[in-house]
């Protein structure tokens, strides 16, 4: 859509054109596309609640991008085209501002996963001077909303705050070979090394053994928490 517009011609979209559409972690185009996309949306979507007494639109990165690419008098004027170009131009400048001020002036320096990351909280680290006690450091992530292995943002903060955190693969002819996976660990207590060593492997999109029968359990099982009254 955007090889349409004016914007076609701007040579510091030059590879942003040539982006393979990839929300990776380290790609600064990724990182462009969701400021950007984000920036869009909210102005078609005050264009719209504007026209509709003032009503929040909620809009799909689908309706966004046919909107965009079949622009109409109802969401852009008389001049569609000219309006849904200068919008673009608008919120081009608009997002790279904004990932100025988020990631510094050197765009070669900006990544997705520096803005979207995972951020595991204990329910205690409100507490005073607790949160590197208790908080496992934040994980750069990939995605987004709209992805495989969705990893959504929500308002104004880009990092991730839905998505799942637990998976399972269960083999019902031999229960010994399911996998699973949780995060950021098997144990709630700060401190134990079980605390937050899944946390790599759900980052990886990797798994551990869950352990079913008896043998298989007590095969792999390290510690054992005896609780008496």
Same mark, same amino acid.
């Given at each position: ?6 914007? %076609?011609? &701007?040579?510091?979209?030059? =590879?942003?054109?040539? @982006? ?37 639109? &909620? ?22 085209? =000219? ?5 673009? /131009? ?9 990932? =100025? ?5 050197? +765009? ?36 987004? =909303? ?28 031999? @229960? ?14 700060? /401190? ?9 492997? @759900? ?7 869950? +352990? ?7 095969? %792999?099982?390290? &510690? ?6």
């Amino acid at each position: 859509m955007l090889r349409t517009t004016p914007l %076609a011609a &701007d040579a510091t979209l030059a =590879g942003f054109l040539r @982006w393979d559409g990839r929300l990776a972690r380290e790609s600064a185009d990724a990182a462009l596309y969701e400021v950007w996309l984000r920036a869009i949306t909210r102005e078609i979507a005050a264009r719209i609640s504007k026209d509709h007494g003032g009503q929040h639109a &909620d809009l799909s990165p689908k309706t966004v991008l046919r909107m965009l690419s079949h622009p109409d008098s109802d969401a852009f004027g008389a001049d569609a085209a =000219g309006a849904r170009n200068t919008l673009l /131009g608008t919120t081009l400048a608009a997002a790279r501002r904004e990932l =100025g001020r988020l990631l510094g002036a050197d +765009a070669s320096k900006w990544s997705w996963g520096t803005l979207h990351v995972m951020q595991f909280r204990h329910a205690l680290d409100r507490l005073t001077d607790t949160t590197r006690t208790l908080d496992p450091a934040p994980v750069p992530r990939p995605g987004d =909303g709209y992805t495989v292995n969705a990893t959504f943002s929500d308002g104004d903060s880009w990092g991730q705050v839905d998505g799942a955190t637990y998976r399972e693969i269960l083999d019902t002819s031999d @229960w010994d070979r399911s996998l699973a996976i949780n995060t950021p660990g098997q144990s709630g207590q700060p /401190g134990s090394r079980h605390y937050s060593d899944l946390l790599p492997l @759900w980052d990886a999109g990797r798994y551990f053994p869950l +352990a079913y029968s008896r043998q298989a359990v007590d095969a %792999a099982t390290i &510690d054992t928490l005896l609780i008496e009254p």
